[in-house]
């Protein structure tokens, strides 16, 4: 050998598994630009509400349970928009309606508290969890007491499996929010009455020992009072 010693040549065996190497690189990273690019362009098609292009997007392998830079997933974006038809296109395709963002909203926890009746159902037939909750350790209930949504206090206190008397993490019940958070008029009279009938604990006190009786007493909410007194509250 005259300009290179036998150790300076690449044996063909080590040459191969390099090329391979760089091959086998080079692809993955079109993969990840692939995906990243299927990502971009599937979150603001939900952003826009563009069922089409949602569609063609999933058929071109996109991630239905993708998220925007904040953590939203899709889902979660179109039911902030109140975008019934994209969110029911998403859950039909496996999107997970209790995939939560970066403040722990998921799409089921959203609608609950938004009100939004039509998609607590859509969400209740596609897997619903009962035991993920808000940045308050809250259920979808509770807020939904606090803002004066009876449809949807109906829609969840009557399914027998969802936990009624959860506590979240100021102390307070869905019955302890509807009361102190509530302004005592007919639609939070009806709340109570209907949490009432669905059998909630109307004793559970707040952290400072205080019932929702005695809240509604301090209140003057005397409807309220009245159907406490009759369920047993002390």
Known sequence: MD????????PMHSFLLIFSAIFFNAGNADNKTDALQ?????????KANRLTAVKSLLKKKANV?????????????????????????LVENGADVNLQDDI???PFLYAGAAGYTTLVELFLRHGARFDVYNRYHGTALIPACERGHLDVVKLLS???SFPIDHVNRLGWT????????????????DIVNTLVIAGCDVNITD????????????????????????????
């Open 174 to 189: 869905a019955l302890m929010e509807a009361v102190v958070l509530g302004n005592g008029s007919q639609v939070y009279v």
């Open 158 to 160: 009557e399914n027998p």
């Open 38 to 46: 299927l990502r971009e362009a599937i979150v603001e098609a939900v």
């Open 207 to 234: 952290k400072d020992n205080i019932s929702a009786l005695e809240h509604a007493r301090a209140r003057g909410y005397a409807a309220i009072v009245q159907i406490l007194e009759r369920a047993g509250s002390q």
């Open 3 to 10: 300009a290179l010693s036998r150790k300076d040549i690449i």
């Open 104 to 106: 722990f909203d998921s």
């Open 65 to 89: 349970n993708s998220k925007d830079k904040n953590g939203k997933s899709l889902l979660l974006i179109a039911t902030q928009s109140l975008h019934v038809e994209m969110a029911r296109l």
